[in-house]
T-cell receptor
Framework: NAGVTQTPKFRVLKTGQSMTLLCAQDMNHEYMYWYRQDPGMGLRLIHY???????AKGEVPDGYNVSRLKKQNFLLGLESAAPSQTSVYFCASSYSGGLRDYEQYFGPGTRLTVT | DAKTTQPPSMDCAEGRAANLPCNHSTISGNEYVYWYRQIHSQGPQYIIH???NNETNEMASLIITEDRKSSTLILPHATLRDTAVYYCIVRVEYNNNDMRFGAGTRLTVKP
């Protein structure tokens, strides 16, 4: 059981470049989430998904897109990276509402730097 | 969602109980209190949650005041590995996927 994995672990982008972060979970969780964490701050929710084929906006969705084509994968895309998107990105997953959805399982994070 | 207020940092001696306070004076009747922690730069880890009764699990105890306006997370015998940032979060259970993490409390356990 690998839990939640994230690819890549580190990445450096130039302003304007695009990239996709991959999150995978093997716990058969319905819900998946993408957060960002800036230095010295707590996590902020970017987008989330309550099931395959569904996505919804979180607190800070601008500049990001997501897709959930398979239940086990949740992709976060940056179409045109900006320095303000330099951050650590965490993916998480949980059971669906009513079934222990209080416990989110987090991945190890992706450290992204945009120059 | 109700906002929470936590002290930015606290110290605790190894082997002693660590008591981490959280103020959530605007909490509503159907909002739960959750605690997560983040060790170094790892992803956060769930600790415990509760509505109005005190809760205990293998990691910690959660004491919620009768008026529910504040709570305390208790680590009964802190170890050096408990050094982390602890987040107190309030949200409606079920059908609410927006977990708002504040800045948390940085707990340092000292030998």
């Amino acid at each position: 059981n690998a839990g939640v994995t994230q690819t890549p672990k580190f990445r450096v982008l130039k302003t304007g470049q695009s990239m996709t972060l991959l999150c995978a979970q093997d716990m058969n969780h319905e819900y998946m989430y993408w957060y960002r964490q800036d230095p010295g701050m707590g996590l902020r929710l970017i987008h989330y998904s309550v099931g395959e084929g569904t996505t919804a906006k979180g607190e800070v969705p601008d500049g990001y897109n997501v897709s959930r084509l398979k239940k086990q994968n949740f992709l976060l895309g940056l179409e045109s990276a900006a320095p303000s998107q330099t951050s650590v990105y965490f993916c998480a997953s949980s059971y669906s509402g009513g079934l222990r959805d209080y416990e989110q399982y987090f991945g190890p994070g992706t450290r992204l730097t945009v120059t | 969602d109700a906002k929470t207020t936590q002290p930015p940092s606290m110290d605790c001696a190894e082997g002693r109980a660590a008591n981490l306070p959280c103020n959530h004076s605007t909490i509503s009747g159907n909002e739960y209190v959750y605690w997560y922690r983040q060790i170094h730069s790892q992803g956060p880890q769930y600790i415990i949650h509760g509505l109005k009764n005190n809760e205990t699990n293998e990691m910690a105890s959660l004491i919620i005041t009768e008026d529910r306006k504040s709570s305390t997370l208790i680590l009964p015998h802190a170890t050096l590995r408990d050094t982390a940032v602890y987040y107190c979060i309030v949200r409606v259970e079920y059908n609410n996927n927006d977990m708002r993490f504040g800045a948390g409390t940085r707990l340092t356990v000292k030998p």
